[in-house]
């Protein structure tokens, strides 16, 4: 066998072609790879978006947005110009009837001005509305409503309800469109009276001399002596003007007997400081139990059962 000798050329034979080994590096795999994967992803996305525009879409559901309040009819506005009308309407000077007159005028339409202002006798006595407040109202339609105003009329001291017929336009003007009439008061309601329960002796024997004494501080308007009485962290306000408490007449609980919590209703009698006028007043109080009772609220609506 011939050795080959360093430095020697290796002949083959013509034509016989050479293969050269191809060496494979990890990083030009990697680069194949992430290539494949990138056209498997291009491949799913373009599935998805045909699929979405042949699947049947569900008709947009129309959601209907409530209107606001501020469209209520009567406004704020037409309830005020009402107030207006009928503060002018009940009130008479005889000294200057052109100028009543004008006043009520001043607020109708064209085809009431010679209608509208009341007529009176000569002497009527003088007359003015003093508090206005609107009762009720009635909306006829877009454009026309019907607001009932309170009026409290002096000397009379009566309180007369008139009705006034209110017209808007387009622009939001307001008109009296017709002539106002008197109305009824409100009905009187027709209530049984809420049932009470007595208070335990023993418990009206430690709640009542609590009760006497915040009342007292209350209506006296006496802020620092409520801090003894109601529960750390809790401010009660007191009336301004000044009162005496003369006695608690009656006292009963206003709801079952509920854990460390009692409501209870106080009958009181109070006199004014300044006129010495006497009141007969009732007062829900609820009065919690801790070390002590404390009175932890006054007038003040309660949970369900109270």
Do not use: C
């Not at 454009?143 to 309180?159: I, M, S």
């Not at 009206?204 to 007292?216: D, G, H, K, M, N």
């Amino acid at each position: 066998m011939a050795h080959l000798r360093i430095g020697e050329a290796v002949s083959r034979p013509r034509g016989e072609s050479v293969r050269v080994p191809v060496i494979r590096t990890s990083g030009g795999l990697l680069k194949r790879l992430g290539r494949a994967v990138l056209w498997l992803l291009l491949v799913v996305l373009l599935l998805r978006g045909v699929a979405s525009v042949l699947e049947p879409r569900e008709p947009a559901t129309v959601v209907q947005v409530p209107r606001s309040t501020a469209a209520l009819w009567p406004d704020d506005d037409a309830r005020a110009f009402a107030a207006d009308f009928a503060r002018a309407y009940l009130s008479y000077s005889p000294k200057r009837p052109e100028v009543s007159a004008r006043a009520i005028q001043a607020f109708a339409a064209q085809e009431l001005v010679n209608t509208i202002a009341p007529e009176y006798a000569d002497g009527a006595m003088a007359q003015a509305a003093g508090s206005v407040t609107v009762a009720r109202t009635a909306s006829l339609d877009e454009w026309h409503a019907l607001v009932t105003v309170a009026a409290t009329v002096e000397p009379e001291a009566t309180t007369r309800y008139l009705t006034v017929p209110v017209a808007r336009d387009d622009d939001g003007g307001l008109v009296v469109s017709a002539l106002p009439s008197f109305a009824a008061a409100p009905r009187r309601a027709s209530l049984q009276e809420p049932a009470t329960e007595p208070l335990s002796v023993a418990e009206r024997a430690v709640i009542e001399p609590v009760v006497s004494r915040f009342l007292r501080a209350y209506l006296a308007g006496d802020a620092s002596g409520l801090q003894y009485l109601v529960p750390a962290g809790v401010q009660i306000a007191a009336p301004t003007a000044g009162y005496e408490l003369l006695e608690v007449s009656a006292l009963s609980l206003a709801r079952p007997v509920s854990g460390r919590e009692r409501v209870v209703l106080a009958s009181v009698r109070a006199r004014q400081k300044q006129g010495g006028g006497v009141f007969s007043l009732l007062y829900r109080l609820r009065l919690v139990r801790r070390d002590r009772w404390y009175v932890a609220a006054v007038n003040q609506a309660t949970r369900k059962g109270g």
